[in-house]
């Protein structure tokens, strides 16, 4: 049994849509979660910078008390997992491998689209980690670099943003695939404009909910879940505007948020 909270963090809201499938499935636990809106957005930084927030984050979950650390952003784990594993003792997992594993397990043709940013398309993390899982499948990478910006602005339907689908869709369409990963935490709220692009025979997939799978086997196998009496709950922490990450993080979450918590940058202070 272990009742500290669990760390989950994103470069803007995106990782929210990781943190409604983590308190579906461990309804009793408490998570921090940390989106870093003011550095929003991450994907068209070069890795050494991404990595440098990544682990001024984790340090201040750990000095937070968490006794989990879930990057729930792809361009995150892209360029940081391997890493920050490596240097803490904390585990901590990504959503690229969830993602991955949950796409194979879909396809049927062995064709597999991934849609992300920039930072974690060039870094091949995908197809590498589809490969490990199963060598025979093929993969179609594609940069979508301001598909998140859509997002972050609460522009999830319309004309422009569907344009913009489309465009970036087509070759995609193209290559014959039957699953498509929505390769960025924000994407899944683009949901219904992609599937309105590509068609019902194009299943999506979204990391959200196998990452709260494998944090529950985690947790589980560990004796590491919470079994207080405690009412659980989230804490949400922001490093910009609160109201906008109140108002437009109520969409990913699927529920009312009371109260956001703004902490300055840079992040090291608040753990000295
Ligand atoms: N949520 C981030 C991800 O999953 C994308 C947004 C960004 O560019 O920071 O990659």
Same mark, same amino acid.
């Given at each position: 049994m272990d009742n500290r909270p669990i760390g989950i963090f994103d470069s *803007?809201?995106?990782g929210l849509t990781v943190v409604k499938e983590v308190t579906k499935q461990l309804p009793n636990e408490e998570i921090i979660y940390f989106g870093d809106t003011a550095r929003? $957005? #991450?994907? $068209?930084?070069?890795t050494s910078e991404i990595r440098g927030f990544v682990f001024e984050i984790i340090d201040y979950l750990l000095y937070n008390n968490v006794k989990f650390i879930v990057i729930a952003c792809n361009s995150a784990s892209a360029a940081a997992l391997e890493m920050a594993q490596q240097y803490y003792d904390i585990p901590i997992i990504g959503v690229i491998e969830p993602g991955a594993r949950a796409a194979v397990q879909a396809t049927r043709c062995r064709r597999v689209g991934v849609i992300g940013t920039q930072a974690t398309i060039s870094s091949g993390s995908y197809p590498g980690a589809i490969k490990s899982i199963d060598a025979g499948v093929k993969v179609n990478p594609l940069a979508c $670099?301001?598909?998140?910006d859509f997002v972050e602005r609460n522009?999830? &339907? *319309? $004309?422009r943003v569907e344009k913009a689908v489309k465009w970036y869709l087509e070759p995609l369409m193209r290559a014959g695939i039957d699953s498509l990963i929505l *390769?960025? &935490?924000? #994407?899944p709220l683009l949901s219904e404009t992609i599937s309105s692009v590509v068609g019902k025979d194009i299943k999506l997939i979204s990391s959200a909910e196998e990452t709260a799978h494998e944090l529950k086997e985690f947790l589980t196998r560990k004796d590491s879940l919470r079994e207080d009496e405690l009412t659980p709950a989230f804490k949400l922490v922001s490093s910009g505007d609160e109201n906008t990450f109140r108002k437009l993080g109520a969409k990913f979450l699927g529920q009312q948020i009371e109260s956001v918590e703004r902490v300055s940058l840079p992040l090291k202070e608040r753990v000295e």
């Open positions: *803007g809201l995106g929003f $957005p #991450y994907g $068209p930084r070069n $670099p301001d598909l998140a522009e999830l &339907t *319309g $004309p *390769g960025c &935490t924000h #994407y």
